[in-house]
């Protein structure tokens, strides 16, 4: 679901990448929680690495609704610098080029058009370095 | 707390049952559990259903259904756990007859997924996985799972052909089950050449949309040894448990920690080891969940669930029989109804009437329901007496 609203409180995380560290344990989590697994409920402001490696990846042939243009794409679970992990596209990246592996830095891009308001939705993407 | 038996089993074929509605399903599996019961009054109703709201429209089925079946004012409810949620309903039934609350109680699953287009239906499945970080970003279920694939071969040097080997497997099962919505055979070479969908997994690794529902009557252990009717089957455990629903938050994409857990509270329950288990219905939404099912259960080493599939120790007349019904995969996957009709095989295989396709050894099996990637999991164990 894709709405004005959701896209704005999404914005820090999903534009900017900011995340949060457990100020007790030093947990990192992104996207930021309210409360850690250790039970600490303080956190500080930290700004997630955009460099990072695949470490599984498929490319999608059958894509979920908004995303039936682009198909297929690859995609993959990025693990970044500091170990932090996300799930993205991977974008400029033909599907044989795909492996574990592959060394990838996050760009910003745009991500779907969605919903009855026709909202343009934008996060994140890993790209192969070139 | 009260032993819990299970004295009644129902089901309806699984398929694209056009002329059936989500009540009818429900109301044919329930309807055929207490006729085997024997019983014509229900204590209570758990129905275990997914997404009736974006499938059909329709939320509110536990009176729905209570209604349905002739029962109401009875307590009706609905559980969700994604594709977990038969097994839900059942865990949800035992905790009402164990804790004294009801006698009698019905616990069904079901799902009606074809009345919706394709789309839809990716659409609806997709919500069981992480909105926000997963789907938002256009990956899909056979996505996810198929990063799984990626991974398992990565580390442990699983082949493309044993991902196969669990489906023509369960599809040389589903062959002889008459609920099963796809009884044909299939081959290895099928499976791989078949259309690709998320690399590495293809159509023939996935499970299908089906419309279905399974139902399951459960009363106190002692009521139902006084019955006398059928053999007596005993639920010696029921377990539940959760892990990220986001598949990158995990530490090991191949470990599926939520049914790890859940089974080894399930063997500490029912007092046994694995080796003592005589078979399993497991959750093979796709090929390569059976393979991390198995790991996660303990049957085989962490890696080997692919070596251990190809070398058959999971066949019919393997050492570990798994998904005699035909699984998910041949038998279909109605997602809410997919719990509880785990449990249907395991009851039928352990009263000895599954026919053509009993096993030889069936005296104590285990069920294992997964929610999304792996975000929940629910395990059963029952015994006949
Ligand atoms: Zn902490």
Known sequence: MITPAIVRRNTPHRYRMEAQKCAACGKVFFPPRLVCTCGSRKFKAYALPSEGKVITHTVIRTAPRGFGDEAPYCMGIVELKDGSRVLCQIADCEPHRLKVGLQVTIEFRKIQEAGESGVIAYGYKAVPER | ?385
Request: proline letters at 3%.
């Open chain 2, 1 to 385: 707390m009260r032993d819990v038996a299970i004295i009644g089993i129902g089901m309806t074929d699984f398929g694209e049952m056009w002329n059936d509605s989500l009540r009818d399903l429900f109301v044919k599996a329930s309807l055929e559990a207490m006729d085997d019961a024997g019983v014509d009054h229900i204590d209570g109703l758990v129905a275990g259903c997914m997404s009736p709201g974006l499938f059909a429209g329709q939320e509110h089925i536990g009176s729905l259904m209570a209604d349905y079946l002739g029962q109401a004012p009875i307590p009706g409810v609905r559980v969700e756990s994604a594709c977990a949620s038969g097994g839900m309903a059942l865990r949800t039934g035992i905790a009402y007859v164990a804790s004294g609350m009801h006698n009698v109680v019905l616990c069904g699953g079901v799902e009606k997924m074809t009345d919706v287009s394709g789309a839809q239906a990716t659409y609806a499945l997709a919500t069981a996985a992480d909105q926000d970080y997963e789907a938002f970003h256009g990956v899909t279920f056979p996505g996810l799972y198929a990063m799984m694939a990626t991974a398992h071969m990565h580390k442990y040097g699983t082949k493309r052909e044993d991902l196969a080997q669990v489906a023509v497997k369960n599809h040389d099962n589903g062959l002889l089950n008459p609920h099963a919505q796809y009884r044909m055979k299939i081959t290895v070479e099928q499976v791989i050449n078949s259309v690709k969908v998320a690399d590495p997994l293809n159509i023939l690794d996935c499970s299908p949309i089906t419309d279905g529902a399974a139902a399951v009557i459960i009363c106190p252990l002692e009521m139902a040894k006084k019955m006398k009717k059928k053999p007596v089957v005993k639920i010696s455990a029921s377990t539940h448990a959760t892990d990220t629903i986001a598949l990158h938050q995990r530490d090991d994409i191949t470990w599926l920690k939520s049914t790890a857990e859940a089974a080894a509270k399930a063997y500490k329950m029912a007092g046994v080891k694995p080796e003592q288990i005589d078979f399993a219905e497991v959750h093979d939404c796709f090929t390569i969940a059976e393979i991390c099912v198995l790991e996660a259960m303990g049957i085989v080493k962490k890696g080997e669930g692919g070596k251990a599939t190809r070398e058959g120790l999971t066949a019919r007349d393997g050492k570990f029989p798994v998904n005699p019904s035909g699984g998910l995969k041949s038998k279909g996957h109605p997602v809410g109804a997919t719990g509880i009709a785990q449990i249907h095989e395991i009851v039928t295989q352990l009263r000895g009437e599954a026919g053509r396709r009993q096993l030889k050894r069936a005296r104590r099996a285990l069920a294992q329901n997964m929610g999304g990637s792996g975000g929940s999991a629910v395990v059963h164990i029952l015994e006949v007496l």
